[in-house]
């Protein structure tokens, strides 16, 4: 047990201390910072812009008074101006970027309004999308008007249905728990999808430099193989959390700093509001279970590699299988009922995704869980068993690692008879 | 404590990498273990260290097996650098010193000791690929050694090592067998060997051709080695009964003969004919024997 906290505690110590590790977490927190600053972000670059004046030539002498008020009332910072010249010079007035555009009103024969828009380029939909929104909604007043139909009346057309949808299964969760349990299925799935991903990499990276600079030969001299492997892995796994916990708690530091602005947005997104405490236990469970099965399984092939180069070889069938478990995952969530969710959802390789999102977001019998779960914890103890032996007579070949046949040589080297 | 190897064998699917391996290495001396390219010298240390299982055979160091939980009495040093690149000298003997059982401070005092002792005190703080091939040896040999084992693996502790530094280890080796260390040594230079080694087994595809006291060995060969400066020729020696080699050299020949008794024979018969100025009867030389032993496949 000493040897297990001293090789985890190495592996942790060294893995911390590499400029790789302190400038991708840098990165990143700079990211997570600007991104929870983005509104100030934005209204930094916009606030420089000074209010983007459009010019109206009205034609038809009745529509710029109401068309101004519904486009300046919706769009801060759009402004429109009467425009008296002759269409030539307003033209003109926008090639020297006196306005932003200008657009032409007039009524056809039918007494409806038409318009023509005017700009350096059309590429900008937001001013055009605003007036031609508004110009919309005075064309239906207007012909509502001429065919002797009172707002009144028009409203109730306009108003939505009412829509009401009520489970009849009393446990089964209602629209609001589902859309929360969404998001919070959304975070854990990209969270261990990246995980496995990054951490996975450096495990098998790892095993590799060792393996190729022969020091995996004195160290399972004095260390079983078994206990290297999972001191290995924890100490990765302790990386890990250390710089996703630091990523987290920044981000929670900032969001609350910034309490009001965000309040009924991401977290209401996310449905990290008032999601039931089961099921964030049930993700750390199917989280740490999930990093396991798959560390496990990245030891194992970064033990049968003899150079670092082909670490990224061995490591993509690993790669392609959390990859299948993710978007499987992603139709989950839109489908969580399915046939084809449900029996993969046993599946020990997309148990630690498919169970979960199930769990999230259905209401599943406890059995079901518990049995994926043994179901889970038994490959990952198969595949340490494995894994082990594997490992054993891995780190002690070398040559060409071109194919998995070495894996069947391996198991052969570390025979115990 | 003796290390035993009974009828030890090791194969890999088809190939023999080790063929029913006896051996005794006795307690507090440094044992000779020779052997060509691939003749299993590697695996058998593997089998030792109980990094790799025998197909057959036991290995018992003091009556029990050695694994893991030996690693404090066991120091091995491979035949390749192991040893992190990136790691610092002292990083990196705190950590296989602490899986050895040692403290970080006793690590400390001991490694400042050896490299003080290796002339090369500066190398506390260097990274491992910052340092010559030479000094990566003495930093592995350094790692090998710095628990105070009581059996040590030194697989061709000396390549790439220049002629001081060489002597310097030699020292280190000696001093470690003085102190009462069982060190098993391995080497191609057969003069190390001679110079350090009581008893020896030399190794020939998996098969032990050779093995016992030095002194025993180069008893037994029988062959010896005569060196004659003469003037005249001494060609009719080619054909003499009894020698087996004849090989001319500047000022005469060096023959090899099948024993002793063969030299007076030879003396009496040159007297008659010409001038000696050294007749000279040498003992084999341990390389003789392993090319003989070793060599005639290779023919």
Redesign the interface.
């Known amino acids: 047990m000493r040897k297990f906290w001293i090789i985890l505690s190495h592996t942790y110590m060294t893995r911390v201390k590499t400029k790789a590790f302190l400038i991708s977490t840098i990165i990143t927190l700079l990211f997570i910072i600007g991104l929870a600053n983005i509104q100030s972000i934005i209204d930094l670059f916009s606030n420089d812009d000074e209010t983007k004046k459009i010019a109206i030539i009205d034609e038809s002498e009745e529509m710029f008074t109401s068309l101004k008020e519904g486009v300046e009332s919706t769009n801060d910072d759009l402004e429109l101006i009467r425009y008296d010249e002759s269409e030539e010079s307003g033209k003109e007035a926008v090639k020297d970027e006196d306005f932003a555009a200008l657009v032409v009103l007039s009524m056809n024969d039918k007494h409806l309004p038409e318009a023509t828009y005017y700009a350096d380029t059309i590429s900008e939909a937001g001013e055009q999308m605003a007036i031609e929104q508004q110009l919309q909604q005075l064309k239906v007043s207007l012909a509502t008007q001429q065919a002797g139909i009172d707002q009144e009346t028009l409203g109730a057309i306009q108003a939505p249905v009412s829509f009401n949808k009520v489970a009849l299964d009393e446990s089964a969760k209602t629209d609001e728990e589902i859309s929360q349990a969404r998001g919070i299925v959304y975070v854990m799935l990209i969270l261990l999808y990246v995980s496995v991903i990054v951490y996975g990499m450096m495990i098998a990276q790892d095993v590799a430099t060792e393996k190729s600079s022969r020091v995996m030969e004195i160290l399972i001299s004095s260390v079983s193989p078994v206990t290297q492997m999972f001191a290995k892995i924890s100490g990765i796994a302790l990386l890990g959390l250390t710089q996703v916990g630091l990523f987290i708690g920044v981000g929670y530091g900032i969001i609350s700093m910034k309490q009001d602005e965000f309040s009924g947005e991401i977290f209401e997104v996310f449905g990290l509001q008032d999601t039931s405490p089961s099921v964030y236990v049930y993700a750390i469970i199917f989280f740490v279970l999930g990093y396991l099965l798959y560390a496990t399984l990245a030891a194992m092939l970064g033990s049968l590699v003899s150079r670092i180069e082909d670490v990224q070889q061995f490591m993509t069938p690993l790669i392609f299988l959390i990859m299948i478990a993710f978007f499987m995952a992603m139709f989950g969530l839109s489908a969580p009922q399915s046939t084809f969710i449900t029996t993969s959802s046993y599946i020990p390789f997309f148990t630690p995704m498919l169970m979960f999102l199930r769990v999230g977001m259905l209401d599943i019998p406890i059995w079901e869980i518990v049995l994926s779960l043994c179901i889970l914890i038994g490959t990952i103890i198969l595949l340490a068993l494995l894994g082990a032996r594997v490992y054993k007579g891995g780190v002690l070949m070398y040559g060409q690692s071109s194919s998995l046949r070495d894996f069947k040589k391996a198991i052969a080297l570390s025979k115990k008879d | 404590m003796t290390l035993v190897l009974n009828n030890v064998s090791k194969r890999?699917?088809n190939t023999t990498a080790v063929d029913h391996l006896s051996l005794e290495i006795p307690e507090k001396e440094i044992f000779g273990f020779l052997g060509g390219n691939g003749a299993g010298k590697t695996t058998t240390f593997?089998m030792i260290?109980?990094?790799?299982?025998p197909?057959a055979g036991q290995i018992h160091w003091n009556g029990s097996f050695i694994?893991?939980h030996k690693?404090h009495l066991?120091g091995?040093l491979?035949e390749?650098?192991?040893?992190?690149?990136k790691?610092k000298v002292r990083?990196q003997l705190i950590?296989?010193g602490?899986?050895?059982g040692m403290t970080k401070q006793e690590v400390l005092t001991e490694l400042k000791n050896w490299l003080e002792r290796f002339k090369v005190p500066e190398y506390l703080d260097k990274k491992i690929e910052e340092l010559s091939k030479g000094n990566q040896q003495k930093v592995q040999f350094i790692?090998a050694i710095i628990h105070q084992p009581k059996l040590v693996i030194l697989d061709e502790p000396f390549t790439g090592l220049d002629p001081i530094n060489v002597e310097m280890l030699k020292e280190a080796v000696v001093d470690l067998k003085e102190q009462g260390t069982s060190i098993v040594f391995s080497s191609h230079r057969m003069d190390h060997v001679e110079e350090l080694c009581e008893h020896l087994c030399i190794l020939h595809k998996g098969k032990q051709v050779v093995q016992g006291a030095l002194f025993d060995i180069k008893r037994t060969f029988g062959k010896k080695n005569l060196i004659i400066h003469a003037d005249g020729s001494l060609e009719f020696l080619r054909h003499f009964s009894g020698v087996v080699q004849y090989k001319p050299v500047t000022q005469g020949c060096i023959l090899q003969i099948e024993n002793e008794r063969i030299s007076q024979d030879i003396f009496q018969a040159l007297q008659e004919k010409e001038f000696i100025r050294k007749f000279e009867l040498e003992e084999p030389s341990l390389n003789d024997i392993f090319i003989e032993k070793v060599g005639a496949d290779y023919a």
Request: charged letters at 25%; hydrophobic letters at 30%.
């Open positions: 890999f699917g593997r260290l109980g990094l790799l299982s197909t694994d893991h690693s066991i091995y491979p390749e650098r192991g040893l992190y690149p790691l990083e950590y296989l602490k899986l050895r790692s």
